[in-house]
Nanobody
Framework: QVQLVESGGGLVQAGGSLRLSCAAS????????MGWYRQAPGKQRELVAV???????DYADSVKVRFIISRDNAKNTVYLQMNSLKPEDTAVYYC???????????????WGQGTQVTVSS
């Protein structure tokens, strides 16, 4: 069984920083795209940032310049460095990864359990 385990959420004042981590654990799998999504109360889940296995990145316009996504392929881990946080960044942040299990020919979306990020004004 493959799992994504997130850490690093919490409460921070506006203008502060947080770093989220998400590690994939299990046996015999490979990962292509990894990313972060978020869902604020009463809103749909939205893309925050994604990164390919080769290191190409893409960001939502609302977080460009402020957030940085990175990954360590050897550790099957993706990070999200969040700087200059704003109250509107408050949401549950979810890790996502496209994972192919050994013996399978296709990648399947896996999700973490979510971590709360709260930015106070």
């Amino acid at each position: 069984q493959v799992q994504l385990v997130e850490s690093g959420g919490g409460l921070v004042q506006a203008g502060g920083s947080l770093r989220l981590s998400c590690a994939a654990s299990g046996r015999s799998f490979s990962i292509n795209v990894m990313g972060w999504y978020r869902q604020a109360p009463g809103k749909q889940r939205e893309l925050v940032a994604v990164i390919t296995s080769g290191g190409s990145t893409d960001y939502a316009d609302s977080v460009k310049v402020r957030f940085i996504i990175s990954r360590d392929n050897a550790k099957n881990t993706v990070y999200l460095q969040m700087n200059s946080l704003k109250p509107e960044d408050t949401a549950v942040y979810y890790c996502n990864a496209g994972i192919r299990r050994l013996g399978s020919t296709r990648y399947v979306d896996y999700w973490g359990q979510g971590t709360q990020v709260t930015v106070s004004s």
